[in-house]
Antibody
Framework: EVQLVESGGGLVKPGGSLRLSCAVS????????INWVRQAPGKGLEWVSF????????HYADSVKGRFTVSRDNARNSVYLEMTSLRVEDTGVYYC???????????????WGQGTTVKVSS | SYVLTQPPSVSVAPGQTAKITCAGD??????VHWYQQKPGRGPVAVVH???DRPSGIPERFSGSTSGNTATLTITRVEAGDEADFYC???????????FGGGTKLTVL
């Protein structure tokens, strides 16, 4: 069974840092691009970051560029999101999602993890 | 930046057909993906690349594009279809993924 499991969320003060992890199983991790998506309480989905299979291509949403860093360890079947200079508006559920595996380089997201909650508050 | 516009809500009676739209410039050239999200759950892809269904998604879910609008159609709507739906495209000009604002489907 294909699974993605996020962890590392929690309560952090504005200006603080947090490292999220996404552990995957059930497929050949090194063959798939991975994305991070977040959802503020009661709001819609916001794409955060993309990392390609070999980490050669990395993209960030404008709202997090310069503060967040995505990385992956293909030997450990894991993706990480290092978040620094956190703001109140970074609060939300953070999902990792696998590339759906289509013919394009940038494909739909399938499947998604269950999410980990980040709360930035003083 | 590229913008996708969805209606905030759509209501439909059980057994009827629901249509959820997603508007964006030249959307037909981008490859549109659709997700269903139920409360407290991660999103699930229901249509990808405008009109293809991932395995396990019922044939009641279909997608289409025309002009600057993509449409997710759900036939024979069931109570269990009630959820938030999001469209998504890849914007190659900015190397960003873009989501629509989401549409809440209510089954009356």
């Amino acid at each position: 069974e294909v699974q993605l499991v996020e962890s590392g969320g929690g309560l952090v003060k504005p200006g603080g840092s947090l490292r999220l992890s996404c552990a995957v199983s059930g497929f050949k991790f090194s063959s798939y691009n991975i994305n991070w998506v977040r959802q503020a309480p009661g709001k819609g989905l916001e794409w955060v970051s993309f990392i390609s299979t070999s980490s050669s291509y990395i993209h960030y949403a404008d709202s997090v560029k310069g503060r967040f860093t995505v990385s992956r360890d293909n030997a450990r079947n894991s993706v990480y999101l290092e978040m620094t200079s956190l703001r109140v508006e970074d609060t939300g559920v953070y999902y990792c999602a696998r590339d759906g595996g289509g013919a394009r380089f940038y494909n739909w997201f399938d499947p998604w993890g269950q999410g980990t909650t980040v709360k930035v508050s003083s | 930046s590229y913008v996708l516009t969805q209606p905030p809500s759509v209501s439909v009676a059980p057994g009827q057909t629901a249509k959820i739209t997603c508007a964006g410039d030249d959307i037909g050239t981008k490859g549109v993906h659709w997700y269903q999200q139920k409360p407290g759950r991660g999103p699930v892809a229901v249509v990808h690349d405008d009109a293809d269904r991932p395995s396990g998604i019922p044939e009641r879910f279909s997608g289409s594009t025309s002009g600057n609008t993509a449409t997710l159609t759900i036939t024979r709507v069931e109570a269990g279809d009630e959820a938030d739906f999001y469209c998504q495209v890849w914007d190659s000009r900015t190397d960003h993924w873009v989501f629509g604002g989401g549409t809440k489907l209510t089954v009356l």
